[in-house]
């Protein structure tokens, strides 16, 4: 499991998820060169965006533990991925959906969760590199609610950008 941004703030920054995609592939890159027998290592990862509550649980063996709902969702997608493929929720879809091809699943049941609609993160797309600095700037002041007005701005600002 894997994390990113476990601080007090409430904004959840989209280069933070391009982080946690940016790792799920390089997982998966790496993999590929690790086999157990004659059978190749292979991932199945599950991402989604939310709160979690964090600690040390036990006295005699202390381990770092995470907890919420939202880290269930991540779990179940996982469950319901496919190896060597990064499955992630809508949520997840909106804030990192430009950077990467994504691929819609459609609605997949989760257990305990009900039917959710989810993607598959394919690979990332090249990134201008003014592009994503002026998009990181835009969400340093800004929460998760504000992504689509976020992606509105960035949109303007990549028209801008190539017709310079």
Same mark, same amino acid.
């Given at each position: 499991?894997?994390?990113?941004?476990?601080?007090?703030?409430?904004?959840?920054?989209?280069?933070?998820?391009?982080?946690?995609?940016?790792?799920?592939?390089?997982?998966?890159?790496?993999?590929?060169?690790?086999?157990?027998?004659?059978?190749?290592?292979?991932?199945?990862?599950?991402?989604?965006?939310?709160?979690?509550?964090?600690?040390?649980?036990?006295?005699?063996?202390? $381990?770092?533990? /995470?907890? !919420?709902?939202?880290?269930?969702?991540?779990? +179940? #997608?996982? =469950?319901? %991925?496919?190896?060597?493929?990064?499955?992630?929720?809508?949520?997840?879809?909106?804030? $990192?959906?430009? /950077?990467? !091809?994504?691929?819609?699943?459609?609605?997949? +049941? #989760?257990? =305990?969760? %009900?039917?959710?609609?989810?993607?598959?993160?394919?690979?990332?797309?090249?990134?201008?590199?003014?592009?994503?600095?002026?998009?990181?700037?835009?969400?340093?002041?800004?929460?998760?609610?504000?992504?689509?007005?976020?992606?509105?701005?960035?949109?303007?600002?990549?028209?801008?950008?190539?017709?310079?």
């Amino acid at each position: 499991m894997i994390t990113s941004k476990l601080d007090n703030q409430e904004n959840f920054y989209v280069a933070n998820a391009t982080k946690i995609a940016d790792f799920a592939f390089a997982m998966i890159e790496k993999s590929s060169s690790f086999k157990i027998g004659a059978h190749m290592v292979q991932f199945r990862i599950g991402v989604h965006i939310g709160d979690v509550i964090n600690g040390v649980i036990g006295k005699s063996k202390p $381990v770092f533990d /995470l907890w !919420s709902d939202d880290v269930n969702i991540a779990s +179940r #997608l996982e =469950d319901t %991925g496919m190896p060597q493929k990064v499955h992630c929720s809508q949520e997840f879809y909106h804030v $990192v959906g430009r /950077l990467f !091809s994504c691929e819609p699943r459609g609605r997949i +049941r #989760l257990r =305990d969760k %009900g039917e959710m609609e989810t993607y598959f993160l394919n690979h990332a797309l090249p990134r201008n590199e003014s592009v994503f600095g002026h998009l990181q700037k835009l969400e340093s002041q800004s929460n998760i609610a504000q992504v689509p007005e976020q992606l509105e701005q960035l949109t303007k600002y990549e028209s801008k950008i190539q017709q310079q």
